[in-house]
């Protein structure tokens, strides 16, 4: 089964910073990342094909394509690979955020 980990800043208590990542924020910081593209349908083929509206940070690594979502504030990410990790932890790490697993 995989696992799946939400970037998110609601367990901060800092009252100067922002609780939530607003999706302009994200769109800002990917857009300086050339291994990332944003797009607004994530379509996942397979047996079946299936697209899936919503905010996409496409995270390019070798062969693979892994999505960043961003959803109601915060970021999702499946770890799949074990590749995402660090570079989840790194995204995290320059967004102010932390990681949970969910």
């Keep these: 089964m995989s696992k799946r980990y939400r970037i998110t800043r609601a367990m901060q208590n800092d009252g100067g910073s922002a609780q939530t990542i607003s999706l302009e924020e994200c769109k800002q910081y990917f857009a300086s990342k050339s291994d990332f593209t944003y797009t607004s349908v994530y379509t996942v083929v397979g047996a079946t094909t299936m697209s899936i509206e919503g905010d996409f940070f496409m995270w390019s690594f070798?062969?693979?394509?892994?999505?960043?979502?961003?959803?109601?504030?915060?970021?999702?990410?499946?770890?799949n690979n074990e590749a995402v990790i660090p570079r989840m932890l790194e995204v995290a790490s320059d967004l102010r955020a932390d990681v949970v697993e969910e």
């Design 62 to 79: 070798g062969d693979a394509t892994i999505p960043f979502r961003h959803y109601q504030g915060d970021i999702y990410v499946s770890g």
